[in-house]
């Protein structure tokens, strides 16, 4: 079984991101933008697998790009923060594109809300703003898939 811990829009807020990784000790890490200096303090405790996208306020930040597509257990992901999206405004955009792409899930933040929306093919997930406490799990085991939000 893989835990995935999906955070998102720290903003600053590294003891949030801090106490939620020590609670939870992922086998993978993923971060959709906004705080991405969080993540990088972080890799100094945390040596695991992760995958990271640029959010809108990551200007400063090392470029990550702003989506990648990344499979992790035959589940292939399109994560993004939803900035280029346009999400706060419908996730339209973002369901073509998981559709257009083939993905089995798509991981975006920006709007600060949790979401878990079930299509036929796909999975929308946004975990909420970990500057609030909230995060989100995802477990993947054989061929099964869970989706979980939780908050510190």
Known sequence: ??????????????EKILK??????????IYVGDGIGDIEELSYIYQGEFYIVNGN????E???????????????????????????????????EAKKLEVQVAVFGHTHKELLEKFDDFYLFN??????GKY??????NSNINFYHKKI
């Open 57 to 60: 306020c990551d200007f400063f």
């Open 20 to 29: 939620i990784y020590e609670k939870e000790k992922p086998d993978i890490l």
């Open 62 to 96: 090392k470029n990550y790009g702003v989506s990648k597509i990344i499979e992790i257990e035959n589940f292939r992901f399109l994560i993004t923060h939803g900035h280029v999206y346009r999400v706060k405004s419908g996730l339209e955009k973002l369901k073509e």
């Open 127 to 132: 975990p909420g703003a970990s500057q609030d």
């Open 1 to 14: 079984m893989k835990k995935i811990l999906v955070l998102s829009d720290s903003h600053g807020q590294f």
């Open 136 to 141: 989100g799990l995802i477990f993947i085991e």
